[in-house]
């Protein structure tokens, strides 16, 4: 505010006016001592007769204040015009904030609805694809893919839609992307920013809108079992609330649909799907409410054990049940509710490595539904994996051990940039969460195995 005061007044500093009313009150001055910026001024004559007037002198101010000045007499205005503006701009936004108590902390929940953003997204795009479209089959026979909308997945789910709604529904597909970032250059704030993209919009820019910030929780400062305990719910109850304020309307909608009028075409029903999340394995687990790596079951697309993981006997294991690991997640909420005793969370982590938390996502229809795709949406993040410093390392060192195994020659793929970036294309075809664990995926070792078998 004095910056831009400074800046009508072309330059000239003037102190504020309630600061010269306060100095004027407080100073003293001796008894012979004239008055600086009084009426009289001290004469050489002695007389009363070069006395000016000081309202002159405030009338000459008065015309000099600008249009910043007479709109905002004092900062307490310019910063309370500019608080209603910001609250303005956000209600057009649709952006709503919300509190929260969980475990007798209290935090704030910004966000907007998932729902109006994935369909202001639809209808504001210039190319818009309403249905997949399978490729076919390649050279060797194998089937095509390219993206998402040809996927198994996304095929399965639209085979369903269209079963339930008629043909003139379409799947409104939509990914999340959650990751952790600090929110203030001193890197004292944190908070998990939730991001949203639909992939029915086909225009050349990839949009990604911001549709929450989910709040930070601290590390207590005591360091006991208790402690953590409670920082481990509270980090898992503000999460899944986050989460249940967002899908809100979208749970809704994924089971009775939403009329949409898109430009040249009639109407049709958008029926939304949660196809993608893109997160850490951290807030992958958190997500789908799952111990962390420190368990039985460490995986979160299928049930292999700890000790038989990365060996002949983990491959093949049986993938999670849904249903199963839902119910007991609800029963072991419900039961925390009533007893919050830890040792009530024993069977629940023992059979499933489950928390007693009931994930919100799993309220989507198609997830805990239909075809039951919630551990198959945890995607592949390109971002987390260049993060690493294991990967990144490996695959650093890869381009050097071509040059030798080739002979001296170089690479197929040249340098250290066009390798890393092909080692993380593998991400389109590996489908799932690839980041550093404690023991090695069961195929690396099943294909060794299998390899030195058949020398």
Same mark, same amino acid.
């Given at each position: 505010?004095?910056?831009?005061?400074?800046?009508?007044?072309?330059?000239?500093?003037?102190?504020?006016?309630?600061?010269?009313?306060?100095? %004027?009150?407080?100073?003293?001055?001796?008894?012979?001592?004239?008055?600086?910026?009084?009426?009289? @001024?001290?004469?050489?004559?002695?007389?009363?007769?070069?006395? !000016?007037?000081?309202?002159? &002198? &405030?009338?000459?101010?008065?015309?000099?204040?600008?249009?910043?000045?007479?709109?905002? =007499?004092?900062?307490?205005?310019?910063?309370a015009?500019?608080?209603e503006?910001?609250?303005?701009?956000?209600?057009?936004?649709?952006? *709503?904030?919300?509190?929260?108590?969980?475990?007798?902390?209290?935090?704030?929940?910004?966000?907007?609805?998932?729902?109006?953003?994935a369909?202001?997204?639809?209808?504001?795009?210039?190319? !818009?694809?309403?249905? %997949?479209?399978?490729?076919g089959?390649?050279?060797?026979?194998?089937?095509?893919?390219?993206?998402?909308?040809? $996927?198994?997945? #996304?095929?399965?789910?639209?085979?369903?839609?269209?079963?339930?709604?008629?043909?003139?529904?379409?799947?409104?597909?939509?990914?999340?992307?959650?990751?952790?970032?600090?929110?203030?250059?001193s890197?004292?704030?944190?908070?998990?920013?939730?991001?949203?993209?639909?992939?029915?919009?086909?225009?050349?820019?990839?949009?990604?809108?911001?549709?929450?910030?989910?709040?930070?929780? $601290?590390?207590?400062?005591?360091r006991?079992?208790?402690a953590? @305990?409670?920082?481990?719910?509270?980090?898992?109850?503000?999460?899944?609330r986050?989460?249940?304020?967002?899908?809100?309307?979208?749970? %809704? /909608?994924?089971?009775? &649909?939403?009329?949409?009028?898109?430009?040249?075409?009639?109407?049709?029903?958008?029926?939304?799907?949660?196809?993608?999340?893109? +997160?850490?394995?951290l807030?992958?687990?958190?997500?789908?409410?799952?111990?962390?790596?420190? $368990?039985?079951?460490?995986?979160?697309?299928c049930m292999?054990?700890?000790?038989?993981?990365?060996g002949?006997?983990g491959?093949g294991? /049986?993938?999670?049940?849904?249903?199963?690991?839902?119910?007991?997640?609800?029963?072991?909420?419900?039961?925390?509710?009533?007893?919050?005793r830890?040792?009530l969370?024993?069977?629940? @982590?023992?059979?499933?490595?489950?928390? /007693? #938390?009931?994930?919100?996502?799993?309220?989507?229809? &198609?997830?805990?539904? *239909?075809?039951?795709?919630?551990?198959h949406?945890?995607? #592949?993040?390109?971002?987390?994996?260049?993060? =690493?410093?294991?990967?990144?390392?490996?695959?650093?060192?890869?381009?050097?051990?071509?040059?030798?195994?080739?002979?001296?020659?170089?690479?197929?793929?040249?340098?250290?940039?066009?390798?890393l970036? /092909?080692?993380?294309?593998?991400a389109w075809?590996?489908?799932?969460? $690839?980041?550093?664990?404690? +023991? =090695?995926?069961?195929?690396?070792?099943?294909?060794?195995?299998?390899?030195?078998?058949?020398?």
């Amino acid at each position: 505010m004095s910056v831009l005061l400074l800046e009508e007044r072309g330059g000239v500093a003037c102190p504020p006016r309630d600061e010269r009313r306060d100095d %004027g009150r407080r100073r003293k001055r001796s008894r012979g001592a004239p008055l600086v910026g009084s009426a009289r @001024r001290p004469s050489t004559s002695g007389g009363d007769n070069d006395a !000016v007037s000081a309202d002159e &002198g &405030g009338e000459a101010s008065e015309h000099e204040v600008g249009e910043l000045s007479r709109t905002f =007499p004092t900062n307490s205005a310019f910063v309370a015009a500019l608080r209603e503006e910001q609250r303005r701009v956000l209600s057009k936004l649709c952006w *709503d904030e919300t509190p929260l108590v969980v475990e007798g902390v209290p935090y704030k929940f910004y966000s907007r609805d998932l729902l109006i953003i994935a369909l202001d997204l639809l209808r504001n795009a210039r190319y !818009v694809q309403v249905w %997949g479209e399978e490729l076919g089959a390649g050279p060797d026979g194998t089937r095509l893919r390219s993206e998402m909308m040809d $996927c198994d997945l #996304f095929l399965s789910e639209e085979v369903v839609v269209r079963r339930r709604h008629g043909s003139h529904s379409f799947v409104l597909a939509v990914q999340l992307f959650i990751d952790e970032a600090v929110v203030s250059w001193s890197g004292a704030h944190y908070m998990y920013h939730i991001r949203a993209r639909v992939l029915n919009v086909r225009d050349r820019s990839v949009q990604w809108a911001t549709v929450g910030y989910v709040p930070h929780v $601290c590390k207590p400062v005591a360091r006991t079992e208790a402690a953590r @305990r409670r920082l481990s719910d509270s980090r898992n109850g503000v999460l899944q609330r986050c989460l249940a304020i967002l899908l809100r309307r979208f749970v %809704g /909608a994924s089971q009775d &649909g939403v009329a949409v009028q898109l430009p040249g075409q009639r109407a049709l029903t958008a029926v939304p799907r949660l196809v993608g999340l893109f +997160t850490d394995q951290l807030a992958e687990r958190s997500l789908v409410c799952l111990m962390g790596n420190a $368990c039985e079951f460490f995986c979160s697309h299928c049930m292999v054990r700890r000790d038989v993981a990365g060996g002949p006997s983990g491959v093949g294991a /049986a993938a999670r049940d849904v249903t199963a690991v839902l119910d007991a997640q609800l029963h072991g909420a419900i039961a925390c509710d009533a007893d919050p005793r830890p040792s009530l969370r024993d069977q629940l @982590r023992a059979t499933h490595s489950a928390l /007693a #938390f009931v994930p919100a996502v799993g309220a989507v229809w &198609g997830l805990a539904t *239909d075809n039951k795709r919630l551990y198959h949406i945890i995607s #592949f993040d390109l971002l987390h994996v260049w993060k =690493p410093g294991v990967v990144r390392t490996v695959a650093q060192r890869f381009p050097s051990f071509l040059s030798i195994a080739c002979a001296g020659q170089d690479a197929r793929l040249g340098p250290v940039p066009a390798s890393l970036e /092909a080692l993380n294309l593998r991400a389109w075809d590996m489908g799932h969460l $690839c980041v550093p664990s404690p +023991t =090695p995926p069961g195929y690396v070792l099943a294909l060794s195995s299998l390899s030195l078998v058949g020398l």
